[in-house]
């Protein structure tokens, strides 16, 4: 006899909609919740479902993506990468080659929280039926800068992020449409990741028409090399016209219970000119209002004096009077990364002392990427682990592990 759950291969949405079960797609997520056995009970396995995973375009130039869409062919779609450069770039950047071949676009969206506590079976918090959050009073090293919900744990979504930015709209089983943020919600509920009732399929993305003279990039801080959620990231799209810039969208995500866009910050960037000072006055008015969970305003202010400085002068590849667009172009500064990573610096602060007083040994500072694997700096051929140490433990393999 065998313990194995029930498995329904559908060939239709309808027969998806109907199907009673936890849907699976590319299964990148789903494995990994099952392998913890946070999830159990009937599998609707719509990866063969037809006519989900193509890419098409209609007479206004907008694409039409299909959820089973992978995200390798997001980031690698020649037409795709032109119109949607700050889309492709985000597909192209998370995690690595091969979950990117079998991650599709409908479960980047919707995969749920790396929270550990909801990843272990014995932590039965907000999101897994329970009546508390483990993380507030406890290991909350990767929660959120923007308190906003009991649960303190960031959405996931890098595309969710770029796709805000995009303004881009869901299709629910072939035949309602939502925007992103009413797939998301406004992030105060602390029992979901998502909107999307049980029966309900996600099947298409709509995007917009591309604006015409578009730049556009995809940053993100990253606590590791690759293969790791952010710690905080960004996509930004401007564009300038006579010396002023007439378009700007700037999003954030993994610092909220859902990614945000920061439209106080891109009235601040829009109709002035793109120098470095107005970068840097908009890029200030990113953190306005959050409140790191659990950290002390006095904290935040020493802390923010010690980082802020170092930081800011180790990446002085921003000169003034640069033009902007070059500076999304080369990816070399994102208005509000710097100042989001440095308020994670603030929450990871207490952990890494901790951490220290553990093992002896200090925790590294997260390190800022374009979502570019930095070769030259890569390990040794022939070794296995970083050199005088253990590998570090990951938010994937921290969860098999929960704190005491
Ligand atoms: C090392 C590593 C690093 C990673 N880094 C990042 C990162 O930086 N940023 C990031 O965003 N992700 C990251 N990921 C996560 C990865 O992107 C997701 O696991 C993947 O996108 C999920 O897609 P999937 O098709 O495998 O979804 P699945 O695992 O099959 O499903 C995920 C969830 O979505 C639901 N679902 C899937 N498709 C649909 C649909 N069409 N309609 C309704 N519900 C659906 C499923 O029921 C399930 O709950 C990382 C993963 C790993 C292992
Ligand atoms: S942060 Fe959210 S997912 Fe994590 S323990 Fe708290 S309620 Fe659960």
Not at 110 to 120: E, I, K, P, T, V
Not at 129 to 153: I, K, Q
Not at 363 to 378: L, M, Q
Request: hydrophobic content about 35%.
């Amino acid at each position: 006899m065998t313990n194995a759950p029930e498995l329904t291969q559908v060939t239709t949405v309808e027969q998806a909609a109907q199907a009673k079960g936890e849907i699976r797609a590319g299964g990148t997520d789903f494995q990994d919740r099952r392998r913890h056995q946070v999830s159990s009970g009937p599998i609707v396995d719509i990866h063969r479902l037809p006519g989900l995973s193509a890419i098409d375009w209609d007479e206004r130039g907008a694409a039409r993506i299909g959820t089973l869409t992978t995200l390798t062919t997001i980031a690698s779609d020649p037409r795709l990468r032109d119109a949607y450069p700050g889309l492709a770039q985000a597909a192209g950047g998370l995690a690595t080659p091969q979950i990117r071949a079998m991650a599709t676009l409908g479960g980047s969206l919707l995969q749920r929280s790396r929270c550990w506590y909801a990843r272990h079976p014995e932590f039965r918090c907000y999101q897994r039926g329970g009546d508390r959050c483990f993380a507030r009073d406890g290991e909350h090293e990767h929660g959120v800068v923007f308190d906003t919900s009991p649960c303190v744990h960031p959405h996931p979504s890098t595309m969710g992020m770029a796709l805000i930015g995009y303004e881009a709209l869901v299709e629910v089983n072939g035949a309602q449409w939502r925007t992103m943020e009413q797939l998301y919600g406004d992030g105060s509920d602390p029992t979901r990741d998502h909107r999307l009732e049980e029966g309900e399929l996600l099947t298409t993305v709509q995007l917009p028409p591309p604006v015409a003279g578009e730049r556009a990039a995809y940053f993100r801080a990253i606590q590791r090399r690759e293969a790791e959620w952010a710690i905080v990231e960004a996509m930004t799209r401007l564009c300038v016209q006579d010396g002023v810039i007439t378009f700007a969208r700037v999003t954030v995500g993994a610092v909220a219970r859902v990614p945000r866009r920061l439209k106080h910050v891109e009235a601040a960037l829009i109709g002035q000119p793109p120098t470095a000072v107005t970068l840097e006055q908009a890029a200030a008015l990113a953190t306005a209002g959050p409140a790191p969970c659990h950290t002390p305003s006095t904290r935040c202010a020493s802390f923010a004096a010690r980082f802020l400085r170092p930081s800011s002068e180790r990446r002085s590849a921003v000169h003034p009077g640069r033009p902007v667009d070059r500076l999304a172009g080369d990816q070399q500064r994102i208005p509000g990364v710097r100042e989001l990573a440095c308020q994670r610096d603030l929450l990871s602060a207490a952990h890494r002392r901790r951490h220290k007083e553990r093992c002896g040994r200090v925790r590294g500072h997260p390190r800022v990427f374009s979502g570019k694997p930095d070769w030259k700096h890569s390990r040794p051929s022939g070794t296995t682990s970083r050199p005088g140490g253990r590998t570090p433990r990951s938010s994937s393999n921290r969860t098999r592990r929960p704190p005491a």
